[in-house]
Structures are given as structure tokens and as C-alpha cells.
């Protein structure tokens, strides 16, 4: 029987749940909630996925329009935000779908404009209003925007 509620304690309740699962006791399971927690498992690895990217991305604008502040610290975020990405999308293939959605895109973008506008005192303006590297350019380890590169504004 259930004695932990899912309110009260999520984590004593989680804890039941996985010793109910494990014990057959199928018909004590708090079905519902159980569903819930399911789906926020692949909601979160999606939501990580686009805070990686955004991450990178901020850093790939740093790097282009902030040359004289190029450094290791931002060559190594690169480096280790294309990495973990790589590994997140072999551990986890069906994520590979949320690259295919232009509104992920949108919404990772819009978040690492944000976060160099913050991060360099650059006007947000100044960036471009949609990401001018296709994913393969922005997952390539030989690939370090140039400030003379041309970036395309689209409306």
C-alpha cells in the first residue's frame, strides 16, 4: 500500500514507487503520477540538450564578435559543450529529432543571444535574429567563427 504521497515527499514517494515496481505489487502504484515523472524524464533531457546548445552558441558569438577577448576559458566551453552534446545525442538518439524543430532552434537561439548580450555588453540587436551556422559547422572542432565572417541578418 502506498503511504508516501507523491505532494508530500516526492522523493520517499519515488522510492515506494520503484520498491512497489520491483515487488509486483502493480495495483499499489500511483499510476498517474508515475506517467508524469516518465514524461518530465525526456522533457528534461530536452531541456538540457537546448541549455548546451545555447551555451555553445552564446560562445561561438563571443568568440566572433569579441576577438580581442578570445582566450582558453571560452575555447575549452566550446570544446566541452560540443562534446557533451555529441555524447547526449549517441546516449540518447530520439533527442536527434529536437535538432529537426525549427522552435527548439528558435528557443535555443533567442536564449544564447541573451546570454552573450549579457555576457559581453554587445547590444542584443547586434546579433543575428536567427543562427547563421548549420549544425554541422557548429558541431565541427575545427570550426571558429571569424569576426570578418559575414553573419546573415534575417527578418
Not at 20 to 27: D, H, M
Not at 67 to 96: C, H, M
Request: include cysteine; hydrophobic fraction near 40%.
Amino acid at each position: 500500500m502506498t503511504t508516501n504521497t507523491y505532494d508530500g515527499d516526492i522523493i520517499a514517494w519515488a522510492n515506494e514507487q520503484a520498491r512497489l515496481l520491483r515487488s509486483g505489487l502493480f495495483s499499489h502504484l500511483d499510476i498517474e503520477h508515475l506517467a508524469d515523472e516518465i514524461e518530465d524524464v525526456g522533457k528534461s533531457e530536452q531541456r538540457e540538450l537546448a541549455s548546451r546548445m545555447a551555451v555553445l552558441l552564446a560562445h561561438l558569438l563571443k568568440w566572433q564578435f569579441q576577438p580581442e577577448y578570445r582566450g582558453n576559458s571560452w575555447r575549452f566551453t566550446v570544446i566541452d559543450q560540443r562534446g557533451s552534446i555529441a555524447r547526449r545525442l549517441t546516449k540518447t538518439p530520439s533527442l536527434k529529432s529536437s535538432l529537426n524543430d525549427s522552435d527548439w532552434w528558435a528557443d535555443a537561439w533567442q536564449d544564447a543571444r541573451l546570454a552573450a548580450a549579457r555576457e559581453t555588453g554587445i547590444g542584443y540587436a547586434t546579433f543575428p535574429k536567427s543562427c547563421p551556422w548549420a549544425l554541422p559547422q557548429i558541431m565541427d572542432s575545427d570550426f571558429w567563427p571569424d569576426e570578418s565572417q559575414p553573419t546573415v541578418q534575417q527578418a
